[in-house]
């Protein structure tokens, strides 16, 4: 039997400041004390713990009570953020805030104003929902100390989150810009810890400094300048998932020359419900079905996706092996595309691309090709970004860093320009950017890589899991027997110890098995490389990686075990 304590119930209601999740919390409660069990079990969920406060920042579902995303729970954070921020550079700090479209952002965004300026420091708030790229470069355009995003990305409808980033005189290495890392995530938490109330925390009715079109166009601007000016011949559809990337996104490709451009209309103004998706991620089955049912009527050239904050890109292009003609690139696959562009600019020297564990290697063999560095690096733009010398960095989860020196994150729209833009210039030259990775295959082998998730309700699998991962159950891959295994728990080379395995056999096929850090699965990267002989059938070495990559799934399965 669920037992709950009602004090605890009772006193975050009398500190709740809003009336919906006050009102939404004493109904559970009557409810629960009524006999209902779903009400005595969703108390429990929500009073379980508090929501954490990690290098993610804040994210969960929106509701009343302390493990949900809340204006009690953000005014908490602000709090403890601006308690850090004023131990790090003093009373006089600054900090600019952004916002999605989503339920309860703008509220959020507000509340952390209104929070930073009554403890004395300089708030600067966006007056609209813009892409998350938006506040990330005024951080840096702005020299102010700290950003907050309030944001979930491309999570369910019913979500919100509370991203933070770090500058200005708060972070003063490589990571001045990027999103925080141990141990600020443990310091803020802390101090948000020990706020003791809402009614505590002093808020402003007013003082903070509104922020209009004058740094959107001022990111637009160095965006636009990342790509040669004049008109260039591409028919594009762009879609940003109901999120808040749209304008930015067609008023971007517009300057830069790109005016044949065809939104997908259902989904390019913000709408928190989602309505066309199931969900709001670019990587989801059905999430692009109706912009290829727009290119495919237009005869477009390329198909371009934001998901619904604009930190990441997706693309799709005509490729007659591909369903309907059509087939969205993985995140690898643009990765390598972006990479070999920017290594190929810069040439031999100092420049370093970068790219996480478990995105493909082959970002490494382009810039050793190019006489550039490489580094790996843990998950997450928050350790990507913060590489020195980077001048270019992606993760297989459609995220790409192509503008460090101004966003020290990923963008989706300045990654949609530079790509946009290598389209155009291979159609003028009578080519594509199929034509592009068929070649980096010749020139490097093909590099395949397909992803592995397993959704568990039962959390305590994903740990079963990875113990029997580390038990030694996984013996080959596809046939081929194992020769390496590391342990990422133990750290490996310049990596700092995080929850994950590496596996690699005789062949080179590799698969690095972690638990995600946002949502309940277990997610496995598989890769295995085929070498491309002269005049090979291409079409034949990707069926046999198709074919090695199934098996080692089925190995992966096997071995997992749950």
């Given amino acids: 039997m669920t037992t709950l304590d009602e004090g605890m119930i009772e006193s975050w209601i009398a500190d709740d400041p809003d009336e919906n999740t006050r009102t939404e919390i004493e109904e559970l409660l009557r409810a629960h004390r009524d006999g209902d069990a779903s009400a005595t079990q969703e108390l429990a969920d929500r009073f379980s713990s508090p929501l954490t406060f990690g290098t993610a920042g804040l994210r969960g579902r929106l509701g009343g009570g302390p493990h949900r995303m809340n204006r009690a729970v953000v005014i908490r954070a602000a709090a403890g953020l601006v308690a850090f921020l004023q131990q790090q550079v003093g009373d006089d700090f600054s900090l600019v805030i952004g916002y999605d479209a989503r339920y309860g952002s703008r509220q959020f965004a507000q509340d952390t104003a209104a929070v930073a300026v009554a403890a004395g420091g300089r708030a600067l708030l ?257 350790w990507i970004s913060r590489v020195d010398g980077i001048v270019f960095g992606y993760e297989e989860a459609l995220g790409y860093c192509v503008d460090p020196n101004y966003v020290r994150d990923k963008d989706g729209i300045t990654a949609c320009l530079q790509l946009v833009n290598m389209a155009a210039q291979r159609k003028s030259a009578g080519s594509s950017l199929l034509a592009e990775l068929d070649d980096l295959a010749c020139t490097h082998g093909l590099y395949a890589t397909a992803p592995l998730s397993i959704r568990v309700a039962d959390l305590s699998l994903i740990a079963q899991g990875m113990e029997n991962l580390r038990s030694g159950r996984l013996k080959s891959l596809a046939g081929s027997p194992l020769t390496s295994t590391v342990d990422l728990s133990e750290g490996s080379g310049d990596l700092p110890p995080t929850d994950g395995l590496i596996f690699t056999s005789q062949r080179n096929d590799r698969v690095v098995a972690r638990p995600s850090g946002t949502e309940p699965k277990l997610k496995c990267y598989l890769e295995t490389i085929v070498d491309v002989p002269e005049a090979a059938d291409l079409d034949a070495i990707r069926n046999e990686a198709a074919n090695r990559l199934q098996a080692m799934k089925a190995d992966m399965k096997e071995a997992l075990g749950i």
């Fill in 126 to 382: 966006f007056d609209r929902a813009l892409p998350t790229p938006v506040t990330a470069f005024a951080l840096k355009h702005l020299g102010v100390d700290a950003a907050v995003v309030v944001t979930a990305s491309h999570n369910p409808p019913e979500d919100n989150g509370y991203k933070v980033y770090l500058g200005g005189r708060a972070v003063t290495d490589s990571g001045q810009g990027a999103q925080i890392v141990p141990p600020y995530d443990a310091e803020i938490f802390a101090a948000i810890q020990a706020v003791t109330a809402v009614a505590d925390v002093p808020r402003a009715d007013s003082g903070w400094t509104i922020i209009g079109d004058e740094v959107v166009e001022a990111y637009l601007s160095r965006a636009v300048s990342l790509v040669p000016a004049g008109e260039k011949d591409l028919r594009i559809v762009l879609t940003s998932l109901h999120g808040v990337g749209g304008d930015i996104a067609l008023k971007a490709l517009n300057r830069a020359g790109f005016a044949d451009v065809h939104v997908v209309a259902e989904q390019h103004d913000p709408d928190p419900d989602f309505p066309t998706v199931s969900f709001p991620n670019p990587e989801e089955p059905g999430a692009l079905d109706l912009a290829f049912a727009l290119a495919k009527k237009i005869d477009a050239d390329i198909i371009v996706v934001n998901d619904p904050d604009a930190d990441r890109f997706s693309a799709a292009i005509p490729d007659p092996r591909g369903e309907d003609g059509w087939r969205q690139l993985t995140g690898d696959e643009v990765g390598a595309l972006l990479g070999e562009a920017v290594a190929r600019s810069h040439g031999e020297g100092s420049a370093v691309l970068a790219n996480s564990i478990v995105s493909s290697r082959l970002l490494a063999q382009i810039a050793h090709a190019h006489g550039v560095s490489h580094r790996a690096t843990l998950t997450g733009f928050k």
